[in-house]
């Protein structure tokens, strides 16, 4: 496979995983024990905000890059398509763009270690998404939070009419932007979510029936109380 190919073979796709969670770990050792003490408030606020600002930009590429936008919309209808093939940005694109349009701005507009605290909060969020994403299509669902993962993404990949349900990790920029979806011929919705979704939620008809906005905050509220550590083994 080449380095720009966004189809990847088991042990790529899986250092993908790898090589990311490494270099959240440098900058978070880095930003806890080398950085002066006396910043730790500034830093953690910081990594917070680049945490939350990446459930936008995750939101923004994925309904107006990957939807929108050559190649790269053709690319992603590839993964609507096949959805358990292994695909995904490739990680030498993935890198160049966090250090490109997060890490070099930021260090330009203040210094190092509020620019390392940013990218970290943002690289984290990168990470936690990767894997998430993976989960909903490859593991099944061990607990509460991967079931409401598959659930709202198995709305994505599989509702009939305009697309909706843009976030993965969260679908608080979906209620924001109006994006959620309503089902559009009650109990026949089920017609528009595939077997394995149906297998891996078997609930989601019932559930999406409640409507639009009204399933969005039922999102939000489950994402906020069920949040925990991912059980279920890839």
């Known amino acids: 496979m080449g380095l720009l190919t966004t189809e990847h073979g088991k042990a790529a796709h899986r250092a993908d995983f790898v090589l990311y969670a490494v270099a959240a770990a440098v900058l978070a050792f880095l930003l806890a024990v080398v950085a002066p003490y006396e910043r730790r408030t500034e830093i953690v606020a910081l990594a917070l905000l680049g945490l939350a600002a990446w459930t936008l930009v995750e939101y923004v590429l994925h309904r107006f890059v990957l939807h929108g936008l050559q190649p790269f919309r053709t690319w992603h209808a590839e993964h609507h398509r096949r959805p358990r093939a292994l695909m995904g940005t490739p990680t030498i694109l993935s890198a160049a763009l966090i250090s490109v349009l997060v890490f070099l701005p930021a260090l330009a507009l203040s210094d190092l270690w509020r620019a390392s605290a940013l990218t970290f909060g943002l690289l984290t969020g990168y990470l936690v998404y990767a894997i998430a994403h993976h989960a909903t299509h490859h593991w099944r669902a061990g607990n509460a939070w991967t079931r409401q ?86």
């Open 149 to 234: 993962l598959k659930r709202t993404h198995a709305l994505h990949h599989y509702r009939v009419g305009p697309p909706a349900w843009f976030g993965v990790t969260s679908p608080i920029w979906d209620i924001v932007f109006g994006t959620c979806g309503k089902p559009s011929n009650g109990r026949g919705r089920r017609s528009a979510v595939s077997a394995e979704a149906v297998r891996d939620a078997a609930d989601v008809e019932a559930w999406e029936n409640e409507g639009g906005a009204s399933a969005c905050r039922t999102a939000v509220r489950a994402h906020l109380v069920l949040a925990a550590p991912v059980g279920a083994a890839p």
